[in-house]
Every structure is written in C-alpha cells, then in structure tokens.
Nanobody
Framework: QAELEESGGGLVQPGGSLRLSCTAP????????MGWYRQAPGKQRELVAT???????NYADSVKGRFTISGDSAKNTVWLQMNSLKPEGTAVYYC??????????WGQGTQVTVSS
C-alpha cells in the first residue's frame, strides 16, 4: 500500500556514500514538500531532510554538511546524497511526500546499514 517507491539503500562501510531515490509514480498532484526520515530499531523516527517546491531545504543537525537533498517538482522525485556515513546512520530510511490536495504519503522504507 506504499504510495512512494524508494531505492538505493544497502550496506556501506563507515565513511562511504549512498544515494537514495524516491518517486511517486501514480500521482498527478504537485508536491508541496518531499523529504526523508529515518528510524533505527527501538528508536523514534526522526527527520533527516526536506525540500519544498522553491528548492528550500531543511536538514537535521546530525547530517548537516554530509547529506544533500534535491528534488524535481515536475517528476515528483527526490534524492538524498549521503556522504561520510557513520555507523549511527544505520536505519530504515523513509520517503515522505506532502501535497496541496491529497493527504501525506509514505514509502515502505529502504534499509541503510553502515558497518565495517
């Protein structure tokens, strides 16, 4: 029932990089904001980064300077470039989309594991 499709997760060593992608293939609505959240086992889901239609971005303090979010409003697509990954970045990463008309949408999540 996930309305968003994420890809790009996997296993990387500390200091490595991953690029996550998220699309909303079935929607015809423009997005208001798109972003990424993450949740580690036994911990609360937390915001990672968001971007709006004007390209304004917002980052969690824990990822500033290492992660970059970008988006394409026409394609309802968002990317998350993750550099200098740390073991504490291990989590399931979820894509979230808000629109001007429809309710919020979530992806099913993609696993990111940072380990040597």
């Amino acid at each position: 029932q996930a309305e968003l499709e994420e890809s790009g997760g996997g296993l990387v060593q500390p200091g490595g990089s991953l690029r996550l992608s998220c699309t909303a293939p079935r929607t015809t609505f423009r997005f208001k904001t798109m972003g990424w959240y993450r949740q580690a086992p036994g911990k609360q889901r937390e915001l990672v980064a968001t971007i709006n239609r004007d390209g304004v971005t917002n980052y969690a303090d824990s990822v500033k300077g290492r992660f970059t979010i970008s988006g394409d409003s026409a394609k309802n697509t968002v990317w998350l470039q993750m550099n200098s990954l740390k073991p504490e970045g291990t989590a399931v990463y979820y894509c979230k989309r808000t629109s001007f008309i429809a309710s919020d949408s979530w992806g099913q999540g993609t696993q990111v594991t940072v380990s040597s």
